[in-house]
Structure formats: C-alpha cells, structure tokens
C-alpha cells in the first residue's frame, strides 16, 4: 500500500516519530487523523480486488462445507452462513463509492466482526457434524484474512476479531451450544494470535512507508521551493530588488501581447539619473550604489499606488516603468508626481551642474499597440523622449510624439 505523504512535518520531526511511535502504531492525534484519512483512501481502494478475491474463498469454502453436511441442515447452514457472503459482497460494493472511502474502517470492521461472529457460531452450534475440519478452517480463514488481507489498520483488526469471537461466544451460550475450548484454542485462538502478528507488522511498514513518503514530500517541497527562490532571484536585479533586464523583456512582451490583443494603452517610462558618472566619481560607488538603491526605493514607493506596473532596473543608472492601461494624460500625471517625489528625497550631489540635489530625466511614450508593431519600437520612442529630456536641460521629462530612434548623448 502506497501512502502519500505530508510536508506538515520536518525531517527532525518525522525521525522523531519513527524512534518514539512507530512501534506503538499511533501518532500524535492531528498526525493520526491524516494517516487514517490517507490509510482509509488507499485501503478501499485496495478491497475492490481484494474483496473480489475473499468472495471466491468464501464460495470454495462454502461448497466445501455443503458438501460434508447432511441435507438436514443445509438449509439452517445457508440461512445463517449466507449473511457472510452477503457482508462481504456489500463491502465489496462499498469499496467503489469514494464517498464512503473515509469510512472504511467501519463497514470494514462491522463487517468483520459479524463475519467473525457467524463463523463462531457455526462452530459451535454444528458439533454434532462428523467432520467438522471445514467449519474450522472456515473460522481461521475469517480470522486470518480480517488481520492480514482486509486492510484493516492493527488496532481497529484487533478489536473486530476479537469482539467478534467474544459475540459468538455469548450467542454460543444462550444457544445452549456444546463448545470444544480445546479445539478452539487450536483453531480460532492460535490464528488470532497469528493474524494479530501479521496485522501489527503490515500495519508498522505501512507507516513507516509513510513515514518515509513524508520525507520525501518534504524534500520535494524543499525542492520546489529552491526552484521558486531560483527563479525569483534570476528575476531581481541584485543591487536594487527591482525586476531584472531579462525579466522586463518577459513582461514586456507578454503585456504588449494583451494590450494588442484588448486595444488598450500601454505606457513606457525611460529614467535617468543625471550626471551619474560625476556623482560616482565625487562620492565614490559605495554611495553610487546607496543612490540607486534610494531611487529604486522611491520608485518601488509609487508603484504602491499602480499594482499593475512594472518597474526594472534597465542598466546603469537607467530605470524602465511599464504601466498597462495607461494613456497619455495618465502617465503625464505619473511622471510629475515622480519628479515631485525624487525633488522631496534630496539626495544631496555636489558634482551637478543643474542642481545641489539628484534629479532625474525622464522619457514618456504611450501607444495602442497594433498588429506588426512590435514592443521595441515603443522603447525606442521613450529612449528617444529621454534624451529630448537630457538634450533640454535635464531634471524634466518629455512625451514623444513619434517613432524616431535614440540618439548618444554624453554623460
């Protein structure tokens, strides 16, 4: 029986179980409820062959025993022996209904117990049968196969067979039955005792096959974990936490694809930090990189308001802000309130020839995109407006107004 396992518990803690509780059969009680839940899913599903396989014992048994009994009471015999089969049967039947699978332990071992019950009965109450070999076999074979074959867990086999037995009993003494204790001690006691041995060392594999299932659950969800945070880090730029270049193209395509496809605005903003290289060069790169860190930060910040947008770091000191469903008017509005909010951060930067503080120049384009087009031609005209924005002074943005390609400016 293959159980799933769980990732509920570690590594540490699943060792733990294995060296405290396996050999007593029991977990602890929230651990307990998912293995009977897992346990009973995999056992009804198990019992549509193997009740399939019982019922054909249980009617090799049957002719056996018809044929050593006389015809005066083959009919008492069927009567009472015929509700064995039908149990089994109804079992059986049950095992398909997935509905019932959470309940298997208990048709499985009412049943059980009954058929227990019967074959006691049987026992007993034919005594005056000259060969009674099959009665008993019949008795073993119900014991034997409700510990080993049903798919009972140990415990709850334990206490279908002997209750069981101990109903038969009872019923066997209000019947005024005459009881061979030597022959039962042989038959019905030795193979309870068996079946109980075979029953606690299949019930402790199979946990300790889930046990095992668990840890590899979880080194399977550790796995996929690593692959996610993988992924993830192969998606930020290491510096600043902001999306990474290979990323942005990713993301571009697939919202210029929407975009075409819905007839909705795309927007694209190009930044720069002016005079970078003289800010490196004064400060150092250690501040350079606090600077890009800051800035990252600030706009991080306004994409707060925008969860839609996507902001990366392009190279350098250039950033890209892609806002989907955003027209011209829009983005102008976002690109004034970026420059308001890089002015209140006042970074201070001595070797700037437009201002004591970092500022920015900025490159707007807006498009619908359409079929033919592609998503280069809309980077190519915000790079066209940064450099508009550069070549006019810097600390100030512009929204281009056609597809023309960039052009080098120095820094």
């Known amino acids: 029986m293959n159980l799933q396992g769980s990732s509920i518990l570690g590594r540490k803690q699943v060792d733990l179980l294995k060296k405290t509780r396996l050999n007593f059969l029991w977990f602890p009680k929230r651990f307990e409820r998912l293995y009977r839940e897992r346990y009973c899913n995999e056992a009804a599903y198990e019992f549509r062959y193997r009740g399939f396989i019982i019922l054909i014992l249980y009617l090799y048994l ?24 039908i149990i089994i049967f109804i079992a059986w039947i049950s095992s398909f209904i997935k509905k019932l699978n959470s309940w298997f332990d208990y ?11 019967i074959s006691f009965i049987l026992v007993n109450g034919l005594q005056q049968v000259q060969n009674t070999v099959l009665f008993h076999t019949a008795m073993m074979y119900a014991v034997i196969i409700i ?69 590899i659950e979880h080194n399977h969800l550790e796995l996929v974990q690593q692959a996610q945070q993988l992924s993830k880090l192969s998606q930020i730029d290491s510096l600043t936490g902001l999306a ?3 990323y942005l193209d990713e993301i571009l395509e697939k919202e210029w694809q929407r975009a075409i496809h819905c007839s909705m605005p795309l927007t694209i903003m190009m930044i720069d930090i002016d005079y970078f290289k003289l800010y490196n060069d004064s400060l150092g790169h250690i501040q350079g990189d606090e600077c890009l860190k ?7 910040c306004a994409k707060a308001k925008h969860s839609d947008a996507v902001i990366a770091r392009y190279g ?7 806002f989907p469903q955003t027209d011209e008017k829009e983005a102008q509005a976002r690109a004034e309130e970026l420059m308001k909010k890089v002015h209140q951060l006042a970074l201070p930067h001595p070797s700037s020839s437009i201002s004591s503080y970092v500022t920015l120049s900025m490159g707007v384009a807006t498009t619908i995109p359409l079929y033919g087009e592609t998503v280069s031609e809309l980077v190519g005209m915000a790079d066209h407006a940064l450099y508009l924005a550069k070549h006019r002074g810097r600390d100030q943005y512009q929204i281009a107004t056609s597809h023309r390609p960039p052009l080098a400016i120095a820094e």
């Not at 056996?64 to 022996?81: C, F, K, N, R, T």
């Open 62 to 85: 049957s002719l056996g025993i018809y044929e050593v009994l006389p015809d005066s009471q083959v009919m008492a015999w069927a009567l009472l022996y015929g509700w064995v089969g």
């Open 107 to 117: 048709y499985a071992s009412i049943g059980s117990t009954l058929s227990v019950t």
């Open 147 to 215: 510990y080993a074959f049903v798919g009972l867990r140990f415990y709850t086999a334990l206490l279908a067979g002997w209750l069981g037995g101990l109903l038969g009993l009872i019923i066997s003494n209000h019947m005024n039955a005459m009881i061979d204790w030597t022959l039962l001690n042989r038959t019905y006691t030795f193979s309870s005792f068996l079946g109980m041995s075979l029953a606690y060392f299949i019930d402790r594999q199979h946990r300790e096959n889930f046990l095992k299932n668990c840890i």
């Open 244 to 246: 990474n270049r290979r």
């Open 294 to 300: 800051r800035i990252a930060f600030m706009l991080s």
């Open 316 to 322: 350098g000191e250039e950033f890209l802000l892609l």
